[in-house]
């Protein structure tokens, strides 16, 4: 029986290299099962035979066209192999989040309450490098900030003129350092009273 063959210490190896590969890159633990054409993931609970096969003819398609264009071999099995799917994104901080707090709310705050908030507006012509003032919340300026840098105080001087100018952005302030600041109001109070 299987059960009775002895594995050899390369092969051993590359199972657990090619087992440890998986589980990094695509998640899969040992015992799982996936199907890639091309390095398209076919979920199998979605996708039936007629609709792989499907897959399969476009996938057929493209090569073809590549081919055609003069790329050919180790090229075309290079190029049909890049990840146009990234696995997954971890953003640098996610601005949907709860802690979060805003300066400023475009849809909200009485302020801008004069502002046109349809979508319509963003197709509208304006002149080049303009902002339109819509009220909704699709531009936002995060800065962190550490209140012992002097810096800080140009970085709050820019986005205050923002603010003023009533530019169409959400403001947040973070502090880059002391957890004791987190409030922006209380950041705000430390760098303009160290001036």
């Known amino acids: 029986s ?3 063959v002895t594995v050899n ?18 998640g899969l633990q040992p ?8 390095g398209l993931h076919i ?16 996938e057929g398609r493209i ?8 790329i050919k071999n180790k090229d075309l099995s290079k190029l ?17 989040h709860s802690a979060i707090i805003w300066m400023n709310d475009l849809e909200r705050d009485q302020k801008y309450r004069s502002w ?11 002149f080049p490098g303009v902002i339109r003032q819509i009220r ?23 986005a205050e003129l923002f603010y003023h100018h009533n530019i169409p952005l959400r403001y947040w302030l973070r502090n880059g350092i002391f957890s004791f600041y987190d409030d922006p109001l209380m950041l705000l109070n430390v760098i303009y009273l160290k001036r």
């Open 80 to 96: 049909l192999n890049v990840n146009v799917y990234p696995v997954e994104e971890n953003p640098a901080l996610d601005i949907r």
């Open 63 to 70: 090569m073809d066209g590549l081919y055609n264009l003069g």
């Open 136 to 158: 909704r919340n699709i531009f936002n300026l995060v800065l962190f900030i550490d209140p012992a840098q002097e810096d800080a105080v140009e970085l709050v001087k820019l």
């Open 116 to 126: 046109p908030s349809s979508y319509q507006e963003l197709l509208r012509p304006t």
């Open 43 to 58: 979920d199998l609970d979605i996708q039936n035979p007629f609709s792989i096969l499907d897959i399969l003819k476009q």
């Open 9 to 26: 210490q390369e092969m051993r190896n590359e199972i657990e290299a090619n087992q440890k590969y998986f589980a990094e890159t695509l």
């Open 31 to 38: 015992g799982d099962s996936a199907l890639f054409i091309n």
């Open 2 to 4: 299987l059960t009775r």
